[in-house]
């Protein structure tokens, strides 16, 4: 079993930045690879980003590119999301996620384990 606690949400300004972390315990997930997602009132959850341990690549949602960045700690086992020129329709409760499949990163089918969320308001 897997583990993830997420934390860094808040309240911001349109234009402002915040960094949610990912702490994932129990089970490694190194090797793996770990996504963000966020889900609006009234809206499906969708994909934000996604972050592979090896090589470190990454990919994202077109909403976000150039805009938001993951980042990842393998000794910590934590993965980042830099938040940067924040919208209001970035507004949502964000989830991390952990996978031990292989294939793809950005259906929420991907995933095994999920986050308890924490939200994020961005107000105009």
């Known amino acids: 079993q897997v583990q993830l606690v997420e934390s860094g949400g808040g309240l911001v300004q349109a234009g402002g930045s915040l960094r949610l972390s990912c702490v994932a315990s129990?089970?490694?997930?190194?090797?793996?690879?770990m996504g963000w997602f966020r889900q609006a009132p009234g809206r499906e959850r969708e994909f934000v980003a996604s972050?592979?341990?090896?090589?470190?690549?990454?990919y994202y949602a077109p909403s976000v590119k150039g805009r938001f960045s993951m980042s990842g700690d393998s000794a910590k086992n934590t993965v980042y999301l830099q938040m940067n020129s924040l919208k209001p329709e970035d507004t949502a409760v964000y989830y991390c996620?952990?996978?031990?499949?292989?294939?793809?990163?950005?259906?929420?089918?991907?995933?095994?384990?999920w986050g308890q969320g924490t939200q994020v308001t961005v107000s105009s």
């Open positions: 972050f592979r341990w090896s090589g470190a690549m990454t």
């Open positions: 129990g089970r490694t997930v190194s090797g793996n690879a």
């Open positions: 996620a952990a996978t031990t499949r292989v294939g793809g990163l950005s259906l929420t089918s991907d995933y095994n384990y």
